[in-house]
């Protein structure tokens, strides 16, 4: 690995967002080494609404791939986008359009990658929250610190796609993740090409996807030791979202995108997997590993307690058969639990 003057890719897809202009800043104000970023983002614009980027497009730092909003795909199909534009960097940042940095974060983050026990780390979690007063004052909120990602609801109404939320706290440094969170992930910049975004996926269920690819394909999920990264609270009206074309938009491509789950993660053809083509399951791990590594057992529709308590895999959820007597299982008519 080349770290003399490593560089940083920085995907972002972002949907006719006001905000954006705020985290580009903030992601250059804040890095030891601004020089060696480079960002990727697809811009979904809306000429009755724009947002001037002409400082940003006028910087050999940014690249652009630009769509009005009424050809967007979504958002795992910008984030495809926004991908399509790494070009060999060294490493690999995904974040959210509005978001805001800590000093130094891009020396932090080498420095984890270069200590952490794998080959292969993925550095991820659902990131704090920060929000702005009435004088455009940032507030950063580090009162819960740093905390593991887990599982809040499964059920068979939305395809067996889990739904994820802030777990415990972590206790110690080189914690791991059992799920990657779309809004922030730091790795290698191969990963941008070994993971590519499904973009047929659409929202629930994406990020699930993407992390049983990423495992299989052998990255390790590691929560940072440091604070690194916040996610904008939104306390008036939510940012756009594709969701504003339809109801009958948002069902088409959540029948799809639960269609391809099933094909990745609990369909027994393999035949499904081929025809998942560069989006199906890497070869370095099986499926198997990751439900020992995150303690789900997907055919079966059973989790281990700690995934929903989120508590760190160390570095297994399942380290013995007996601990899948454990597991919890969830009635597919309701998703309660059983």
């Known amino acids: 690995?080349?770290?003399?003057?490593?560089?940083?890719?920085?995907?972002?897809?972002?949907?006719?967002?006001?905000?954006?202009?705020?985290?580009?800043?903030?992601?250059?104000?804040?890095?030891?080494?601004?020089?060696?970023?480079?960002?990727?983002?697809?811009?979904?614009?809306?000429?009755?609404?724009?947002?001037?980027?002409?400082?940003?497009k006028g910087d050999k730092r940014f690249r652009f791939v630009e769509h009005p909003v009424q050809e967007s795909g979504g958002g795992s199909w910008a984030r495809c986008k926004a991908q399509e534009l790494w070009d060999g960097e060294t490493y690999s940042m995904q974040i959210d359009s509005h978001m805001v940095f800590a000093p130094g974060w891009d020396a932090s983050l080498i420095r984890m990658m270069q200590t952490f026990p794998s080959d292969q780390p993925l550095i991820t979690m659902i990131a704090p929250l920060f929000q702005s007063d009435e004088h455009h004052r940032i507030h950063r909120h580090t009162d819960q610190g740093i905390r593991a990602t887990k599982m809040v609801e499964w059920q068979g109404a939305m395809g067996w796609s889990p739904w994820?939320?802030?777990?415990?706290?972590?206790?110690?440094?080189?914690?791991?993740?059992?799920?990657?969170?779309?809004?922030?992930?730091?790795?290698?910049?191969?990963?941008?090409?070994?993971?590519?975004?499904?973009?047929?996926?659409?929202?629930?269920?994406?990020?699930?996807?993407?992390?049983?690819?990423?495992?299989?394909?052998?990255?390790?999920?590691?929560?940072?030791?440091?604070?690194?990264?916040?996610?904008?609270?939104?306390?008036?009206?939510?940012?756009?979202?594709?969701?504003?074309?339809?109801?009958?938009?948002i069902s088409s491509k959540n029948a799809t995108a639960f269609d391809r789950l099933h094909k990745l993660a609990y369909s027994d053809d393999?035949?499904?997997?081929?025809?998942?083509?560069?989006?199906?399951?890497?070869?370095?791990?099986?499926?198997?590993?990751?439900?020992?590594?995150?303690?789900m057992d997907l055919k079966n529709k059973r989790a281990h307690p700690d995934v929903y308590i989120g508590r760190s895999p160390d570095p297994l959820t399942i380290k013995t058969e007996e601990d899948w007597a454990d597991c919890i299982t969830m009635k597919a008519s309701s998703g309660a639990i059983a």
């Open 1 to 56: 690995m080349n770290t003399s003057q490593p560089k940083i890719f920085i995907a972002i897809a972002a949907y006719s967002d006001p905000e954006l202009p705020q985290t580009l800043d903030s992601c250059l104000a804040t890095a030891r080494a601004p020089q060696n970023l480079r960002f990727g983002i697809c811009w979904q614009f809306d000429d009755n609404q724009p947002i001037d980027l002409s400082r940003f």
């Open 164 to 249: 994820f939320d802030w777990g415990m706290r972590i206790r110690h440094s080189q914690s791991r993740n059992r799920f990657l969170s779309g809004q922030f992930i730091f790795t290698l910049g191969c990963w941008t090409d070994d993971v590519r975004q499904d973009p047929d996926h659409y929202y629930w269920g994406e990020e699930f996807a993407l992390s049983l690819r990423s495992y299989t394909h052998g990255y390790d999920f590691f929560l940072p030791d440091e604070m690194i990264i916040w996610h904008m609270l939104h306390t008036a009206a939510p940012p756009r979202r594709h969701w504003e074309h339809g109801d009958h938009v």
């Open 270 to 295: 393999p035949t499904d997997q081929e025809t998942l083509g560069r989006y199906s399951l890497g070869h370095k791990r099986t499926l198997e590993d990751y439900e020992r590594f995150a303690g």
